[in-house]
């Protein structure tokens, strides 16, 4: 359904300005003009203006980032179970991150190209595409760092075991309820990225968290 602009402004809670600056910079669609003076705007714009106010407010992202971000991927605005993982992926992962060959990983890290190919097996690290990431070369650091301590690994193979186990089950109830959605998916996919970005890091760290006070309790 097209949108004049007061309508649009009112359905998305944007200003006319706001609205002209996001036409301009690309981040919405040229509005039709079947008349002279006469502009319509898409429905769509109105999740995608809720969409970009959900990544600065949330996630801090700016313009430019937010830009960056719409032009590297294809977005597309619907409730399909694709389009939300491709977005969840980006903004939890994306911001600020430099690519990286895999030659230049392993100079960064100076590990053998065995072991990072063991730590992509064990699920510990991923590559993006055909190249790595600065994130990539952190997460080598730290469990690089991990074992000179003597940290055993099996913490780790269990961090993966439970979150292949979990991914699974949220793929399956994320897709279902993005499916049984009939109307805009914009206000399940916040739930959806709050849910996987702030939800489940707080109950698993609160666990951390609780279970060392259980422990000290226990040794009083």
Not at 179 to 192: A, G, N
């Amino acid at each position: 359904m097209a949108l004049k602009m007061k309508d649009l402004i009112a359905k998305s809670g944007e200003s006319k300005s706001t609205i002209l600056y996001y036409i301009k910079e690309g981040l919405l669609p040229q509005p039709q003009k079947p008349k002279p003076n006469v502009h319509l705007y898409d429905e769509v714009c109105i999740d995608i203006i809720k969409f970009i106010k959900y990544l600065q407010h949330n996630f801090s992202y700016s313009i430019s980032e937010i830009k960056h971000i719409f032009e590297n991927n294809n977005f597309k605005f619907d409730s399909s179970f694709d389009s939300m993982v491709s977005s969840l992926e980006f903004i939890s992962g994306s911001k600020g991150l430099k690519q990286i060959s895999t030659k230049e990983l392993l100079e960064l890290t100076q590990i053998t190209q065995a072991i990072l190919d063991e730590y992509i097996q064990k699920g510990y690290i991923f590559k993006r595409g055909d190249y790595f990431s600065t994130k990539e070369v952190e997460i080598i650091l730290l469990i690089e760092s991990a074992k000179s301590k003597g940290l055993d690994m099996k913490l780790f193979d269990e961090y993966v075991k439970c979150a292949t186990s979990l991914a699974k089950l949220e793929n399956q109830l994320f897709e279902n309820m993005l499916d049984s959605q009939e109307d805009s998916s914009e206000s399940l996919y916040e739930l959806i990225f709050d849910i996987v970005l702030k939800l489940k890091p707080y109950i698993f760290n609160s666990h951390t968290v609780q279970t060392h006070h259980n422990n000290i309790k226990e040794r009083v």
